[in-house]
């Protein structure tokens, strides 16, 4: 529990690593020589990067192209917390409503089985532990479109055509994923942290050199209620968003309006890349955030974490509160209301069907 957050109102970066990757201020260098160890690891692992983009920029490596399936990626340069899932999401909500046949690729990170998996939120769902996080919410946020997880995402694009007849798979997560040849980038960008301390990972939250921007044929833009500018300029065209509550779902799974918990106690619980987003739209709620639990990215719950935070939420007269993609991994006893949240498309609707395919 992160008793920190108990005693004072939240964060706008609650977590070290947030901390670490988005700096508030420039670092000193004192902390500059404390963290040069991290440096030097983040070095080797940019020089590895910078090798295998090398190697496809020169076509020595190639990716597999998939005849008569088109492949929308829809990736980001920074780990986590960019606000990908929604952009799937939506991006699936608009294919379907054209009629198109749509699937959606993933990798399920976190899942302990290593067997594909295919499924749709219309059918019983697999449990998490074989499918992850995400994959359980895309399908249960849109029942419509096939859900396809495993490693080998261009085995499942092969799947996607021939065996599900599929028009259009939306490769979630595959920016870097080059061994499957692609119709569009579509880069997500939070315009909130931008593109953080700069580095690449682990010392900041770069998984590629900002050169590789170059390679995106859409950006989609996040914005920030508070404009901040991304560290570099993006060069190419780009769709403006914003993302909204929409809906709170209560333990029963019946939907309240945004506005149902205003001035509500709550205990936050997250386990995120990025919580502070989390925590962000949590305030803009109108709730009362009188603590926090919040544990790394794709963080399994143990009884023991989820017995504390009801204990805490009681001894606080407050409601658990989560975000839908950490309420799938929670047991179906443990109570807690999840804020669920919308895509606007503030600027770029026909750039945005046009990388579809829908005009």
């Not at 089985?113 to 946020?141: C, W």
């Not at 590629?208 to 901040?228: C, K, M, N």
């Not at 919040?294 to 935070?309: M, Q």
Request: aromatic share 6%.
């Amino acid at each position: 529990m992160n008793s920190e957050l108990a005693r004072e109102e939240p964060r706008e970066a609650p977590t070290a690593v947030e901390r670490l990757f988005y700096p508030s201020e420039p670092e000193s260098w004192d902390r500059r020589m404390l963290l040069a160890p991290v440096t030097a690891l983040s070095w080797g692992y940019g020089l590895g990067v910078r090798l295998r983009g090398a190697l496809y920029d020169a076509r020595v490596l190639s990716g597999e192209r998939v005849e008569g399936l088109r492949v929308i990626s829809v990736g980001n340069l920074n780990v986590g917390g960019t606000g990908k899932t929604p952009a799937v999401l939506h991006l699936a909500g608009m294919l379907i409503r054209e009629g198109r046949k749509v699937g959606i690729l993933t990798r399920g990170y976190g899942r302990r089985s290593k067997e594909p998996l295919i499924f749709t939120g219309a059918a019983p769902l697999p449990p998490v532990e074989e499918a992850g996080d995400e994959p359980l919410l895309l399908a249960r946020r849109c029942p419509e479109a096939r859900v396809l997880v495993g490693a080998d995402r261009r085995a499942l694009a092969r799947r996607a055509r021939d065996e599900l007849g599929l028009e259009v798979v939306l490769l979630d997560d595959g920016f870097q994923h080059r061994r499957l040849a692609r119709d569009e980038d579509l880069v997500v960008v939070d315009e909130a942290a931008g593109f953080g301390n700069g580095r690449m990972l682990p010392r900041g939250p770069l998984r590629e050199p900002l050169a590789a921007l170059h390679r995106a044929t859409l950006f989609w833009v996040r914005t920030a209620t508070s404009a901040v500018s991304p560290l570099t300029p993006l060069p190419g065209p780009q769709v403006r968003t914003r993302y909204v509550p929409t809906a709170w779902v209560d333990p029963t799974g019946a939907q309240h309006p945004p506005e149902a918990l205003s001035e509500v106690s709550v205990v936050a619980l997250a386990g995120l890349a990025r919580p502070g987003n989390f925590l962000r739209t949590l305030r803009q709620l109108g709730v009362r955030i009188l603590d926090a639990a919040l544990f790394p990215d794709h963080h399994r719950f143990t009884a023991s974490e989820l017995r504390e935070v009801e204990a805490r939420a009681v001894r606080l007269g407050a409601r658990v509160v989560t975000t839908e993609k950490d309420a799938v991994r929670l047991p179906r006893e443990f109570e807690a209301w999840t804020v669920r949240l919308g895509v606007e498309v503030l600027e770029g609707e026909e750039l945005l069907r046009k990388a579809l395919g829908l005009t």
